[in-house]
């Protein structure tokens, strides 16, 4: 068994592209804004023309990995690669779509059967698209990837989660290099995620970001820890909430540090933290 | 819990007598979808506690948990106890609530997709990892295997593991639009079939370490493996790439040969295309055994129960082999000949499958694969 190494950590966010993009304190630089959006990406390809805006954020975060990192598509196409994907609730957007169209017109007395709530999302072209296995599965057709797949719902510690089982494919041979990917949006869902305020932190922050991992010397230990790792605290401080993203963005900053040894992610979501440290 | 009935025992039952779990649906408005009909659960027991927990789905789950308690204790450090289900939904029905006039904020967090799991972690008092697997169809097989990984890797001692999904409005709408569901009964692998119908379930298995715990025992996880298609987003790789590559792996992780498995549960939802490529995978995946090994599928039983189903169905795989008999796939008549397998119909099978390879496929080009060993208590 080996250990894996961080080969290359890409991030977008509201702040921009790059954690170079990050202020140095996200709640000042938000200025009362709740949400700090990102924008659709602009792609080409008839494909992307139905895709919702999370599906592409999964895109151009693996295609900003393999652009910052000067990796060929070909390297990462094939049944050699793993997919994990994360989200606390990108989902949010479609479902809420597929929601408001089924009652953007109640019903009334003389519908006949069939006429009932008929709204402005279409079925067959919307509804595949709230499922969060489609976004990552966009992400998958784009780049031809075929290998070990997962896919994970919750905040950062879900995403530390999507770590240790990369860690673990790797370690036990069953890909030879894994991919993980976290995709958070808001703004479709704003006022909802204000009633939910006990549960996230302000300014919600939009953000892609991807990590690969590959074969190396170190190895993981995968543990609870009670306090959060200071690349926690300074993911938080600097980007703002962005859940599932923040480990990934975390690991992008020990990197800019110059971080090549032992690194430590720590992540938290409802009350419950995980902690994965490369040593 | 199951369209049959509140336990694993009324479950079984239904499947061994080829009864039908599926009914129109009364909970919610159905008249304006082309089919209204599903594998409801007409019977939902108020537990102790339940009305803090609203939700139907996490309602499904504590059902279950009572079922697996009263049958298996878990005795860990509640820190070593870790929750790890598969849901295609989660609790999206909280979602048409928490948008309707006068929406609670309780219920727009009851509608992340991972609530449900949480509600069940704090009932059972587990402290340690509550994951929850997105992958849609196949995310209870997938939650399994991801449970498994972490008993291998010391980070708890207990896992319950499982699926879940509730029927609701938001997923008839959409299996209706998508023109999935058929207006007749559900027929997989047969020449007739025309579609699938939606049920709903949650299943749960305790699992531990071998020989971590004294007391009865279904069976063995021995191998699992999810691949990606990487080709469609709503309909299988027309080839079957990523399911085949899930069933080998899951086969060697295993140690297990075509030669060694005994049964396979097949997904088998009924529609034309899932029914026509899993034959064929498991023709190549078998080989010349494909033909001498009984396949079933329950989705004409219960409904395709979507995040419980490969639960629900490693259960059975299980069961299978204590019990000594193999049920019937319910509506299978006239087998396609494109999906030639030594399909069990008409009625249940005697057989005592020890080995069993269980399939799924979902949303996204989502495929998992378990292989189990059913053991004698």
């Not at chain 2, 537990?47 to 204790?73: F, K």
């Given at each position: 068994m080996t250990g894996t190494t961080v080969e290359g950590v890409a991030v977008l966010t509201g702040w921009g592209q790059g954690i170079q993009a990050l202020p140095a304190d996200a709640t000042r630089a938000a200025a009362g804004r709740a949400v700090i959006p990102l924008g659709r990406p602009a792609l080409e390809g008839?494909?992307?023309?139905?895709?919702?805006r999370e599906c592409l954020l999964g895109v151009a975060a693996v295609d900003a990995l393999l652009r910052e990192h000067r990796i060929s598509r070909e390297v990462i196409t094939g049944s050699a690669t793993a997919l994990i994907y994360v989200t606390g609730g990108a989902y949010g957007a479609s479902n809420h779509a597929w929601v408001v169209a089924d009652t953007a017109r109640p019903a009334e007395p003389d519908d006949r059967p069939g006429e009932r709530r008929r709204g402005s999302v279409s079925g067959t072209l919307h509804f595949p698209y709230t499922a969060p296995s489609v976004m990552s599965g966009e992400v998958a057709i784009e780049f031809g990837l075929t290998g070990p797949y997962g896919i994970l719902i919750g905040g950062a510690a879900a995403t530390v989660d999507g770590l240790w089982q990369a860690t673990v494919l790797l370690e036990a041979g069953r890909c030879e290099r894994a991919l993980v990917l976290a995709v958070e949006t808001f703004e479709d869902c704003a006022e909802l995620y204000a009633r939910g305020r006990w549960l996230v932190r302000r300014p919600l922050v939009e953000a892609a970001a991807c990590v690969l991992l590959t074969p190396g010397g170190l190895r993981t230990r995968y543990d609870a820890p009670r306090a959060p790792s200071a690349l926690e605290t300074r993911v938080r401080t600097r980007a703002g909430e962005t859940l599932a993203c923040a480990p990934l963005i975390a690991l992008a900053l020990a990197r800019e540090d110059g971080a090549t040894g032992p690194v430590g992610v720590t992540g938290e979501w409802r009350g419950r933290r995980a902690g994965l440290y490369w040593h | 819990m199951t369209p049959f009935g509140a336990d694993l025992d009324a479950f079984w039952s239904g499947l061994v007598t080829g009864s039908d779990g599926i009914s129109a649906i009364e909970r919610f408005p159905v008249d304006d979808l082309r089919v209204g009909r599903g594998g409801e659960i007409k019977k939902l027991r108020p537990l102790p506690g339940a009305r803090r927990v609203g939700c139907r789905a996490s309602q499904l789950l504590l059902a279950a948990a009572e079922d697996l308690l009263a049958r298996s204790a878990v005795s860990a450090e509640p820190e070593r106890i870790a929750v790890v289900l598969g849901t295609a939904?989660?609790?999206?029905?909280?979602l048409e609530r928490a948008l309707a006039p006068g929406g609670r904020p309780r219920h727009a967090v009851d509608a992340l997709y991972d609530s449900p799991a949480h509600a069940l972690a704090r009932r059972l008092g587990a402290r340690g990892p509550v994951m929850t697997v997105g992958a849609a169809c196949a995310a209870g097989a997938t939650a399994i295997g991801t449970g498994a990984d972490l008993l291998r890797a010391d980070v708890v001692d207990v896992v319950i593991a499982g699926g879940y999904d509730a029927l609701c409005r938001f997923v008839m709408r959409g299996f209706d639009a998508l023109r999935s569901l058929t207006r007749e009964r559900v027929r997989p692998f047969d020449k007739r079939r025309s579609g699938l119908l939606l049920g709903e379930a949650a299943a749960l298995v305790l699992m531990t370490r071998e020989g971590a715990t004294p007391g009865p025992r279904l069976g063995r996880l021995l191998g699992h493996a999810s691949a990606s298609d990487g080709s469609h987003i709503a309909a299988p790789d027309a080839n079957g790439r990523g399911l085949e590559l899930a069933a080998r792996t899951a086969l060697d992780e295993a140690g297990v040969t075509a030669a060694g498995v005994d049964f396979v549960r097949a997904h088998g939802t009924g529609t034309l295309v899932n029914d026509r490529i899993e034959a064929d995978v498991l023709r190549r995946v078998l080989g010349r055994r494909a033909s001498e090994i009984p396949v079933n599928s329950i989705k004409a039983s219960v409904g395709h129960t979507m995040g419980a189903a490969a639960a629900l169905e490693a259960v059975m795989c299980l069961m299978a082999g204590r019990e000594g008999v193999v049920p019937k796939t319910l509506g299978l008549e006239e087998p396609d000949p494109a999906c030639e397998l030594d399909h069990v119909i008409g009625s249940p099978r005697a057989a005592r499958p020890r080995i069993s390879l269980s399939t799924s496929l979902g949303f996204g080009g989502c495929n998992a694969a378990l292989v189990l060993e059913a053991v004698d208590q």
């Amino acid at each position: 068994m080996t250990g894996t190494t961080v080969e290359g950590v890409a991030v977008l966010t509201g702040w921009g592209q790059g954690i170079q993009a990050l202020p140095a304190d996200a709640t000042r630089a938000a200025a009362g804004r709740a949400v700090i959006p990102l924008g659709r990406p602009a792609l080409e390809g008839e494909r992307f023309r139905r895709a919702t805006r999370e599906c592409l954020l999964g895109v151009a975060a693996v295609d900003a990995l393999l652009r910052e990192h000067r990796i060929s598509r070909e390297v990462i196409t094939g049944s050699a690669t793993a997919l994990i994907y994360v989200t606390g609730g990108a989902y949010g957007a479609s479902n809420h779509a597929w929601v408001v169209a089924d009652t953007a017109r109640p019903a009334e007395p003389d519908d006949r059967p069939g006429e009932r709530r008929r709204g402005s999302v279409s079925g067959t072209l919307h509804f595949p698209y709230t499922a969060p296995s489609v976004m990552s599965g966009e992400v998958a057709i784009e780049f031809g990837l075929t290998g070990p797949y997962g896919i994970l719902i919750g905040g950062a510690a879900a995403t530390v989660d999507g770590l240790w089982q990369a860690t673990v494919l790797l370690e036990a041979g069953r890909c030879e290099r894994a991919l993980v990917l976290a995709v958070e949006t808001f703004e479709d869902c704003a006022e909802l995620y204000a009633r939910g305020r006990w549960l996230v932190r302000r300014p919600l922050v939009e953000a892609a970001a991807c990590v690969l991992l590959t074969p190396g010397g170190l190895r993981t230990r995968y543990d609870a820890p009670r306090a959060p790792s200071a690349l926690e605290t300074r993911v938080r401080t600097r980007a703002g909430e962005t859940l599932a993203c923040a480990p990934l963005i975390a690991l992008a900053l020990a990197r800019e540090d110059g971080a090549t040894g032992p690194v430590g992610v720590t992540g938290e979501w409802r009350g419950r933290r995980a902690g994965l440290y490369w040593h | 819990m199951t369209p049959f009935g509140a336990d694993l025992d009324a479950f079984w039952s239904g499947l061994v007598t080829g009864s039908d779990g599926i009914s129109a649906i009364e909970r919610f408005p159905v008249d304006d979808l082309r089919v209204g009909r599903g594998g409801e659960i007409k019977k939902l027991r108020p537990l102790p506690g339940a009305r803090r927990v609203g939700c139907r789905a996490s309602q499904l789950l504590l059902a279950a948990a009572e079922d697996l308690l009263a049958r298996s204790a878990v005795s860990a450090e509640p820190e070593r106890i870790a929750v790890v289900l598969g849901t295609a939904l989660g609790g999206v029905e909280e979602l048409e609530r928490a948008l309707a006039p006068g929406g609670r904020p309780r219920h727009a967090v009851d509608a992340l997709y991972d609530s449900p799991a949480h509600a069940l972690a704090r009932r059972l008092g587990a402290r340690g990892p509550v994951m929850t697997v997105g992958a849609a169809c196949a995310a209870g097989a997938t939650a399994i295997g991801t449970g498994a990984d972490l008993l291998r890797a010391d980070v708890v001692d207990v896992v319950i593991a499982g699926g879940y999904d509730a029927l609701c409005r938001f997923v008839m709408r959409g299996f209706d639009a998508l023109r999935s569901l058929t207006r007749e009964r559900v027929r997989p692998f047969d020449k007739r079939r025309s579609g699938l119908l939606l049920g709903e379930a949650a299943a749960l298995v305790l699992m531990t370490r071998e020989g971590a715990t004294p007391g009865p025992r279904l069976g063995r996880l021995l191998g699992h493996a999810s691949a990606s298609d990487g080709s469609h987003i709503a309909a299988p790789d027309a080839n079957g790439r990523g399911l085949e590559l899930a069933a080998r792996t899951a086969l060697d992780e295993a140690g297990v040969t075509a030669a060694g498995v005994d049964f396979v549960r097949a997904h088998g939802t009924g529609t034309l295309v899932n029914d026509r490529i899993e034959a064929d995978v498991l023709r190549r995946v078998l080989g010349r055994r494909a033909s001498e090994i009984p396949v079933n599928s329950i989705k004409a039983s219960v409904g395709h129960t979507m995040g419980a189903a490969a639960a629900l169905e490693a259960v059975m795989c299980l069961m299978a082999g204590r019990e000594g008999v193999v049920p019937k796939t319910l509506g299978l008549e006239e087998p396609d000949p494109a999906c030639e397998l030594d399909h069990v119909i008409g009625s249940p099978r005697a057989a005592r499958p020890r080995i069993s390879l269980s399939t799924s496929l979902g949303f996204g080009g989502c495929n998992a694969a378990l292989v189990l060993e059913a053991v004698d208590q």
